[in-house]
């Protein structure tokens, strides 16, 4: 699972990209011309709260897949190449600016960050538009050749789907079967895709509440989340040696983690994923699995032999724990639960797996 960084030019996506993945892009990265690829780690407070607790000997966080895509230029958009790009990754963080720095320039001559919104996503949906209207005049043209049953049914979800893309609406809002899903699997819908907003401000804005409300207001409707970070103010926390200097830097600004963390843990909810945890002296570790996944599922993340031999799931809430202060405590209160094959894992659950193989 990936989630793809796209942005205009000069909004701040490298930065944020090279803050999420601690990958420092080098120039031989961007003579390449290629998406550049890295890791990043979810900074959970949940997690740190387990190693605090359980003072492991190793200690893994969740990690996701990150590609930094080409900038988003008239070049691009017209060769196509970066719909490809975006087609081939599961969810996207589009990166806006809307800070004002008159030593960096900005594509369109002023600041102004719904308009830069509304420019991408158009060239969004006018892509899927496109894509549709030819799938559209095939299936047409093969209809008229020769019925085909599998082929007129393509050609119902097609014809829905162009009329949903004509309203200039994303195909994430659309509803569509499990098996109409299945049959555009393959098709390069860019604005399938979950997606979700970073607003790159300057320091005064970063607590500027009309501003996201505004850009919440503007946007929830079409299923995007919007979250404000200041790459020049998550670089300079970066940058502090310890981390009681990150904490003290973080007061004078009067928040109470890094934007950067967030945006980790909603790159991790777009990609339609929840964590669960295993815990103990030797490991905490930190589990990203499917939203709805299974007990025997969220067991096989961990290894294949754990699903094949699943007996049940020993589960702790992490409220509970947290609230109680132990495992022993959380027993005591009969707060570990037993579930079998059928449990569904929640977000932040504490599992302990039996299984015989």
């Known amino acids: 699972m990936k989630i793809g960084i796209i942005g205009l030019p000069q909004t701040g996506k490298k930065t944020l990209f090279e803050l999420l993945t601690n990958h420092k892009i080098s120039e031989k990265d961007l003579a390449s011309n290629k998406n550049i690829k890295s890791i990043a780690e ?110 007129a049914k393509e050609r119902d979800v097609v014809a829905r789907i162009k009329a949903h893309i004509e309203k200039e609406l994303p195909l994430r809002l659309l509803e569509l079967r499990p098996e109409e899903k299945r049959t555009v699997a393959s098709y390069p819908f860019v604005t399938l895709k979950e997606m979700i907003l970073a607003v790159n401000v300057s320091e005064d804005d970063l607590k500027n509440k009309a501003l996201l409300d505004d850009l919440n207001k503007k946007y929830e409707h079409l299923k995007i989340e919007v979250m404000l970070v200041s790459a020049k103010v998550e670089s300079e926390i970066a940058s502090l040696e310890t981390e009681k200097e990150q904490q003290e830097f973080l007061s004078a600004l009067g928040i109470e983690e890094p934007a950067i963390n967030m945006l980790s843990r909603l790159c991790i909810r777009a990609l339609n994923l929840i964590s669960f945890f295993t815990v103990g002296e030797d490991e905490v570790r930190q589990w990203p699995v499917k939203r709805n996944s299974s007990a025997p599922e969220a067991a096989g993340a961990i290894h294949s032999d754990l699903q094949k031999g699943f007996i049940r799931a020993e589960v702790i809430k992490f409220a509970d724990l947290e609230g109680l202060g132990s495992e022993e405590k959380v027993k005591e209160a009969g707060k570990l639960s037993l579930k079998g094959k059928d449990y569904i894992v929640e977000d932040g659950d504490i599992i302990n797996i039996r299984f015989n193989v």
């Open 42 to 151: 979810i900074k959970d407070p949940r997690y740190d709260k387990l190693v605090e607790l359980y003072k492991p000997k190793k200690n893994v966080r969740a990690r996701i897949d990150i590609e930094l895509l080409p900038k988003i230029e008239k070049d691009a958009i017209t060769k196509g190449d970066i719909f490809k790009d975006i087609a081939e990754t599961d969810a996207i963080c589009h990166v806006v600016r809307a800070f004002k720095d008159d030593s960096v320039y900005h594509i369109n001559g002023t600041v102004d960050p719904k308009r830069d919104i509304d420019s991408v996503n158009s060239e969004l949906i006018l892509h899927d538009l496109i894509f549709a209207e030819k799938r559209l005049e095939k299936l047409d043209l093969d209809l008229r050749k020769a019925k085909d049953e599998a082929k």
